[in-house]
């Protein structure tokens, strides 16, 4: 009986809304009716040319690329899956509370036609950027919200906007310089958002299924979470781009768009939760803890 | 090389300060160069009488209770936990970012001496709490700091003060009834800062050690993350007070305190990071991210 705790309430609950004034109009309701009512415009599905499916033994991980905040350094990594850069490599790091990682743990695999180096891509021009912002307050940044479902920053001071480090994300691993970054190692958050790496190095995608196969991987135990034996790393059997994978292969899945009245109703059930097991609304919500939806394709 | 990355720079680095000017003053220094300065007034050592041994196949973890907040829970707990309440239960539940958490799977171990409901203590009066508050703002609540080194939160309107549910932090799972928990089912968080569970329920106390035990199970796959073979269950050898444990078995533990200038530069330190990986510092800092610092004890 107890561990019904935090279950999503199914049955649509009437409720007065709690919503700020300054919040778009919302209706209020537990997440899983705003989703059950969603619409098919409601959803996007991945494009093939943005996705990568990262293969392990216990399963497959897919990676939706946003090659708008980050373009060089998407299309480093999408010349370095297709010459097959990364297969037979491995997960070399799982550092608790923190990050994952895969690289060439001898370093010294050939880059192909990749570039050894690329500029800093760590923020880019806000402007003609689509923003749906949060009414929120956050720790780090003006103002968060989300660019094609994407969690997102921008200063209206400097006109800028960047990617943000949430669960899920994943990254281009680099030396000190700003340039040293190329795409061959790549890490992925497992943890509270280090949102101390915010505009520090260059985010390209997010997981966005198979997360549990990267999160629960055991922890290194050498320094920053490296593993000490090579046994002890998970061997990555290949890394794809969807395109290049036959149709039937492909993981056929759609995301919930941020741009819509959908998903504002979508953040508002999870500001004040419907649920019964709620008894004092947050009425506020962190860019991070706004779930991704994803969904098979209908 | 390039793994070197996100590595702490033990160097001193001369650098000018960037706190905010409502800030206390600190030095800006790396968070290494901050805990080697550090003296032993900077710490302090796990109380025996609230600190719990959960022991796994794989290892220990260490649960700090803290009963400033929710005493008749951590009464409770202690009640279960002299009496042996959950030795041979096991953990039933890894929801992939959001907690893991163990009960009686069967629902049938009698309570012995300890009580089967408790009153709520979700939050409590703030006054004459000893608080360190952070500088920079929160998502969710007015004010954010720590109340002996544990992450917590008030609100000077109603002059009530909370725990908040940062990574690794103990809570006490519980049906709809506001009154329905009674310790015999603990989570602890292993994701992104679910805190929207602020102020719904019981946080009696945090993970200090082997976390990395917890967060790395594999993730249930029924709903809510629940394990849907009991095979899968990690199974718990027992959970002991240390007190109640013989002093060579006990882990001698030191935590870092959070009312001291020590303190103050560690967190300036996370705010604006000395290390030469850094290029842009944050200049804030949020209350989850702030790390709790442990030693053995010297």
Known sequence: MRRAWLAIAILPLAAHSASSADAPAVKPRAMADVIAASKSTDWRSLDPQNTL??????GRVVIELNPKFAPRHVANIK????????????IVRAQDNFV????????KRPLGSAQKTLDAEFSRTANELAFTPLPDPDSYAAEVGFVDAFPAAREPRTHLAWLVHCYAMVGVGRDDDVDSGNGTELYVVIGQA???????VALVGRVVAGMEELSALKRGTGALGFYEKPEERTPIRSVRLAAEVPEAERSHLEIMRTDTQTFADLVESQRNRREEWYKVPAGRIELCNVPLIVRPRT
């Open 53 to 58: 499916y990262l293969e392990l033994p216990q």
């Open 79 to 90: 010349t370095l899956v297709h010459e097959r850069y990364f297969d037979g490599l491995a």
């Open 100 to 107: 994952v990682q895969w690289n060439d743990p001898d370093n």
């Open 194 to 200: 280090p949102r101390q790496l915010d505009r520090n």
